[in-house]
């Protein structure tokens, strides 16, 4: 199974920024789905941003609306990387961020589709 390991995240006010990063230890299909999703305390894991491999150097990306403008994601195909810039937080950006992998390729990934998640990093935003 695909192993994803997660950095980043941490303490912010709120307007700061955080990054978080994933690193994936190997690929499992030649077109595959890594993003972000989040756990907020009482609340359904959601998906926050996807970048979807279609071929070795082009990709497609999705966006929760709740971040559009703010998160940037970004993905290296070759090092089987993702990244997550957040700007502009804000408090109910607060939550556990899980980096999600999916090697159907889909995008928006269903949590159905997820193949493999890293341990989750805790995301505090501070008003």
């Known amino acids: 199974q695909v192993q994803l390991v997660e950095s980043g995240g941490g303490l912010a006010q709120a307007g700061g920024s955080l990054r978080l990063s994933c690193a994936a230890s190997?690929?499992?299909?030649?077109?595959?789905?890594m993003g972000w999703f989040r756990q907020a305390p009482g609340k359904e894991r959601e998906l926050v941003a996807a970048?979807?491999?279609?071929?070795?150097?082009?990709?497609?990306?999705d966006y929760a609306d709740s971040v559009k403008g703010r998160f940037t994601i970004s993905s290296d195909n070759a090092k089987i990387t993702v990244n997550l810039q957040m700007n502009s937080l804000k408090p109910e950006d607060t939550a556990v961020y899980y980096c999600?992998?999916?090697?159907?390729?889909?995008?928006?990934?269903?949590?159905?589709?997820?193949?493999?998640w890293g341990q989750g990093t805790q995301v505090t935003v501070s008003s």
């Open positions: 970048v979807s491999w279609t071929s070795r150097y082009t990709y497609l990306t």
């Open positions: 190997e690929r499992a299909s030649s077109r595959f789905t």
């Open positions: 999600a992998m999916a090697t159907s390729g889909s995008v928006p990934p269903r949590i159905a589709d997820i193949d493999s």
